[in-house]
């Protein structure tokens, strides 16, 4: 996500912390470096200039806080300008309705599945109702999301009055349901037409939320596509889809904020978890470097991870059992490179070159050859001698030497477990995951 952005910032503040003392000069070049990496996602001219002249000028005339050296400040600077750059969190509460509009090929029924799954994994039960009557296969689309994601559909083929629809959803659902969720036509632009029928489903509905949608790749553009939305029919947020896809996102996300129209969701790939909670703090955290553990521990707490494989991974047992577990949580929780960015320190420190794709590729394999394994060879891998490894391989569509490089890796986890292992009978850290495994987040 936004992965020039995010390189250039880091490369920004790797410089301050490698110069030998700040001065003007050094602040100067700072100052460029970040104009470049905001320039290059497509930020707006005037707010990238804007934003460096804070920073100049807090970097040259605020003192640190005590105990907080020169370069620690102006990292802090940098962090808080950015910050208040994209905008302000904005909580997510529990909307009993919510209709999202947006123009043709912005990505809003694909947005309106990943929000449902959201509010699914929040406790609730949603239901979809079909409003798109202009778009060719917009209802089947919709159907096919409800199908995938075990939730009621109103879309119907042979009704071609959206309002009327609206009402039907209404009418079925709303008593049964703790979240119905609208989707509506879009256009090429927001036209009379439009505006005027999403006015009056709006007057229908009356949406606890009404959700723009618009796609990273607008950048600029979205700003007044947001704010254009906002003044004929009124919006309580924006979710920003196709951020993986695009470099401009940076311009999406600013230009929503400027607007006051707040960017509530982001969607990050094509699943249906692939959907974040847009909070700046953690947004920027990400893109310079610092991480976001608090993230990681959710998704690892929604994937729910078997307590007895964090129990026994504490106990000093690794066997392909809970080397799988592993594998499968890591897929469950988005790509290799987005858990990486998400842990303090890490996303500085991925190579730019690296294509991590190759290792997710390794990782699905090692799946497959694990679910090859008998129940013994999991239990206790140093069963598995040539003609095992041989039927392995056959068994999981694989190599020979694949399955081995699977075999020296889960020897290598295992040394390092047993490492960490002596650490967590002092009450170190596999300790206190066990713990929070078993007791909660």
Sequence with gaps: MLDKLGSGLREALRKIAKSGHIDEKTVDQ????????????????????ELTKKIKDRALNEKPLQGITPREHIVKIVYEELVGLVGTKVEIGRPKRMLFIGLFGSGKTTSIGKVARFFQKKGLRPALIGCDVHRPAAMEQIRQLGAQLNVP???????????????????????KYDLLIFDSSG????????????KTMGEIIEADEVILTIPADLG??????????????????VLISKMDATARGGGAITACSVTGAPVKFIGTGEKPEALEVFDPERFISRLIGFGDLQSLLEKAKEIEFKPETAQNI?????????FYEQLKGMGQMGSLKSVMESIPGMGAKIPKNLDLSQQEGKMKKWKYMIESMTTAEKADPSLINSSRVKRIAKGSGTEETEVRELMKQHEKMKKMMKMMTGQSKRGGMLAKLAKKFKGGF
Excluded: C, W
């Excluded at 700072?30 to 200039?49: C, H, P």
């Excluded at 600029?220 to 947020?237: D, M, S």
């Excluded at 504490?314 to 809970?322: H, L, Q, R, V």
């Design 30 to 49: 700072l100052v460029r470096d970040v104009q470049r990496a905001l320039l290059s996602a497509d930020v707006n001219v005037t707010q990238v200039f």
């Design 314 to 322: 504490a106990s000093g047992k690794f066997s392909m059992n809970e």
């Design 187 to 198: 256009r090429d632009s927001l036209d009379e037409e439009l505006a005027k029928e999403l």
């Design 220 to 237: 600029q553009a979205a700003g007044p596509q947001a704010k254009g939305f906002n003044e004929l029919v009124g919006i309580t947020g």
């Design 153 to 175: 559909v109103h879309a119907p083929d042979d009704e071609k009055d959206a309002v009327k629809i609206a009402k039907q959803g209404l009418e079925m659902y709303d008593k």
